[in-house]
């Protein structure tokens, strides 16, 4: 089993629709949360950190579920540039993280 | 501010070559990262460093590839003598101190032929 999973989708959308990913994780000791962007033959771009009240912004919502060991991000309204493939990530050692497989989102017009 | 910087920004070499991929951090970071990203596997940590001194090198695939950090603002990859399967895009990331979000250089894209 992998230490960090996500549903590779694809998820294709249309446009201004709700759209939730779920990442999990298997390591309980685990103890920083983060969600990347990365466009196509671009770098890993930090989206938003994850915490354990939630939190958001603008129409991103990321939330932090310890007792399930599962992450979450909500997109509302989605648009055109939100195309990517959004990586999960998990510190399951002070300094090193460990990135999901990523899930591919398509917002289509 | 300048972000991460890595050189070249492409590379294409013959199989048998030696190949050293170059990193320069964010500036205050103490921590840096090497990963290698193929559609087959994925984005994988190579090796890190924290303070200049390698950590964890278990991603390093074999001894054809090493990496050397011999100040806090500059940091290499080699590998010696490259072959096809080595053709990823390497990526350079470097992480502040107690904060581990990690801030991610434009890549290196090595074809090896």
């Known amino acids: 089993r992998k230490e960090v999973e996500q549903d590779p989708g694809p998820f294709n959308v249309p446009e201004g629709a709700t759209v939730a990913f779920n990442c999990t994780y298997s390591n309980s000791a685990s103890q920083s949360f983060f969600w990347y962007r990365q466009d196509c033959r671009k770098e890993p771009k930090l989206l938003m950190s994850v915490y354990s009240s939630g939190n958001e912004d603008g129409r991103f919502t990321a939330q932090l579920n310890r007792a399930s060991q599962y992450i979450s991000l909500l997109i509302r309204d989605s648009k055109l540039s939100d195309s990517a493939t959004y990586l999960c990530v998990v510190n399951t050692n002070a300094g090193k993280s460990t990135f999901g497989d990523g899930t591919t989102l398509t917002v289509k017009p | 501010d300048a972000g991460v910087i890595q050189s070249p920004r492409h590379e294409v070499t013959e199989m048998g070559q030696e190949v050293t991929l170059r990193c320069k951090p964010i500036?205050?970071?103490?921590?840096l990262f090497w990963y290698r990203q193929t559609m087959m596997r994925g984005l994988e940590l190579l090796i890190y460093?924290?303070?200049?001194?390698?950590?964890?090198d278990s991603g390093m695939p074999e001894d054809r590839f090493s990496a050397k950090m011999p100040n806090a603002s500059f940091s290499t990859l080699k590998i010696q003598p490259s072959e096809p399967r080595d053709s990823a895009v390497y990526f350079c990331?470097?992480?502040?101190?107690?904060?581990?979000?990690?801030?991610f250089g434009p890549g290196t894209r090595l074809t090896v032929t």
């Open positions: 500036s205050g970071h103490n921590s």
């Open positions: 460093f924290n303070n200049n001194v390698p950590i964890d």
């Open positions: 990331a470097s992480s502040s101190p107690l904060r581990y979000e990690q801030y």
